[in-house]
């Protein structure tokens, strides 16, 4: 799984360790790790402290990949930051989404009762055209048997 985060020291063992700040759940989606979570990197590492990396960590928590996020980071501000995307907009966005998706219900639900509404006229004028069927026959057969 794909986390984002900072280099530290960790002073009692004097060697750097990774602080996951959040954790990658699908595309374009993080969620952010509020509790303190960190991983040693062993005194060979030459991490500088306080970098922020995108590291890869296997099912068992051991690292697969470390990779510095600079261009990562540099790739949001071009995406988001600099189009005027702002948590503002993305929230009203987000409304207009909710009403557009409740409008659309209301329409589709409009729409099922007007389908069932047309469904039963339609029994109807056939029930109809059935009877005016049989009372035509009777009327033929009444002016059949007194002609």
């Known amino acids: ?38 991983i040693l990197l062993g005194k060979s590492n030459s991490l500088t402290e306080k970098l922020l990396v995108l590291v890869e960590l296997s099912p068992t928590g051991d690292i697969e990949k470390i990779e510095e996020a600079t261009n990562w980071v540099l790739d949001l501000v071009q995406a988001y930051l600099t189009t005027g995307i702002t948590p503002e907009f993305l929230q009203q966005e987000a409304e207009r989404a909710e009403q557009w998706r409740q409008s659309l219900t209301l ?34 057969k009444e002016g059949a048997e007194s002609g």
């Open 1 to 38: 799984m794909l986390y984002l985060a900072q280099v530290h020291k960790n002073e009692f063992l004097d060697q750097p360790q990774l602080r996951l700040l959040a954790r990658h759940e699908a595309e374009n989606v993080w969620a952010m790790i509020p509790e303190e979570a960190f």
């Open 107 to 140: 329409q589709n639900q409009d729409l099922a009762r007007r389908s069932l509404e047309l469904e039963a006229r339609r029994e109807q004028i056939q029930a109809l055209e059935e009877s005016l069927k049989r009372e035509k026959n009777g009327i033929q």
